[in-house]
Each structure stands twice: as structure tokens, then as C-alpha cells.
């Protein structure tokens, strides 16, 4: 049977800099070692995916409109460096803090895995064999959730994420300094074959 691996990838502290509430293209600042790291998983046949929590729509900072610019703005960037991503999902909402019909307990909010069991339908995924890579650990929370394997980065949140491990009972496969050193490792993995083979 044929499926996709992915890697699905968090967008703020991840891929760019975490920016309060980014709400400009101008601001948005390229991670080191982003766009290598993509351009690397590109090339190993992982299907990347971006899912990002981005309630400055719920909170009325952005329009979807807007953010659907900055992401446009993001690609361009990464594939001016030969990174492409495959697709991305965002969740506009926020539980508490939102307008209208925004304001929503929603199931795609991460730490809910809602946007990647829609990727894994919408791009035939096998989720068991596929990555979370993010610098919180409700990144990897909804990655466990569907049986993802979680890289924790130490770039954005991430350093007082990996201060913090001890409250959780999944733990990362990995803990990297970047995107690119959590590229490598995932490049590194290798499918495991009784799951996926039907035979076991
Ligand atoms: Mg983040
Ligand atoms: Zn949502």
C-alpha cells in the first residue's frame, strides 16, 4: 500500500523567529538552518507540513486574509533557498479570546491533533510513521496523539520547553538544536517495516 511520511512543522520559533503576534511579512526573520533543514526532508521524500496555531485571527490583530499573504511571503522566502513545503494548515481560533465565531473550543488548536488528521486524509499519510517537529511541547503533544514521533527544538521556546520536561509523560524522541539538526535525525530514521508491510 502506498503513503506518505511527513513531517509536520511548527511555524513560530521552528521555521521563523517568534515574533509577538506577527502581524507583518516585513517582520517575519528566517530561523538559521530553516530552510536547509526543509530543503533536506524535501529531498528524503517527507511530505512537509505546516501547522500552526494562529489566534492573532481569533483575537482580531489579522485577517485570514492577511495571514494567507504572510504565509505566501514565508514560501517565497524558503523557495528562493530550494525549501518547499507541501501544505499548510493554520487554526484561527482561540477558546477564550476571540471574536464572533472564532471564539470556539476547537479541535484543531494545538496540543488537539484536528490539523493533522486532516493533512493525513488530504495527503494520504501514514501518521505512525511521520514526524512533529516545534519548540513547545503542545507542538508534540498533538503529534503523540495521532503516534507521531516529536522532535523538541531548542530555538524559539524551546530551551524553557526542555526546562519544563519533567511535568510530561511522553518525553521528545529528540531534543536539537535547530531545525536542521532535527532534519538530519529524521533523514536518519528509518520505517519500520512490520507496521507498514501488512505481514506482522
Ligand atoms: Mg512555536
Ligand atoms: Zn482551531
Known amino acids: 500500500m502506498r503513503f506518505n511520511r511527513a513531517v509536520f512543522l511548527d511555524r513560530d520559533g521552528t521555521i521563523i523567529e517568534d515574533t509577538h503576534h506577527l502581524s507583518h511579512a516585513r517582520d517575519m526573520k528566517l ?32 485577517t485570514e486574509l492577511e495571514l494567507i499573504n504572510i504565509h505566501r511571503e514565508l514560501e517565497n522566502q524558503l523557495q528562493s533557498q530550494g525549501a518547499y513545503l507541501d501544505a499548510i494548515y493554520y487554526c484561527p481560533h482561540h477558546p477564550t479570546k476571540g471574536k464572533g465565531t472564532y471564539r470556539v473550543e476547537c479541535d484543531c488548536r494545538k496540543p488537539e491533533p484536528g490539523m493533522m488528521r486532516q493533512a493525513a486524509e488530504d ?45 510530561f509523560e511522553q518525553r521528545p524522541h529528540l531534543i536539537a538544536d535547530n531545525l536542521l539538526e532535527a532534519s538530519r535525525w529524521i533523514g536518519q530514521q528509518e520505517v519500520s517495516e512490520f507496521v507498514d508491510s501488512g505481514l506482522a
Open 31 to 62: 530561523i538559521n538552518g530553516a530552510a536547509e533543514g526543509i530543503k533536506l526532508l524535501n529531498s528524503a521524500g517527507f511530505k512537509i507540513i505546516l501547522i500552526t496555531n494562529q489566534s492573532v485571527v481569533a483575537r482580531g490583530y489579522l
Open 123 to 167: 495527503h494520504e499519510l501514514k501518521l505512525k510513521n511521520s514526524f512533529v517537529v516545534g519548540d513547545k511541547m503542545s507542538d508534540l503533544e498533538a503529534g503523540f496523539a495521532v503516534g507521531c514521533s516529536g522532535v523538541l527544538v531548542r530555538t524559539g521556546y524551546g530551551i524553557e520547553a526542555e526546562a519544563r520536561l519533567a511535568g
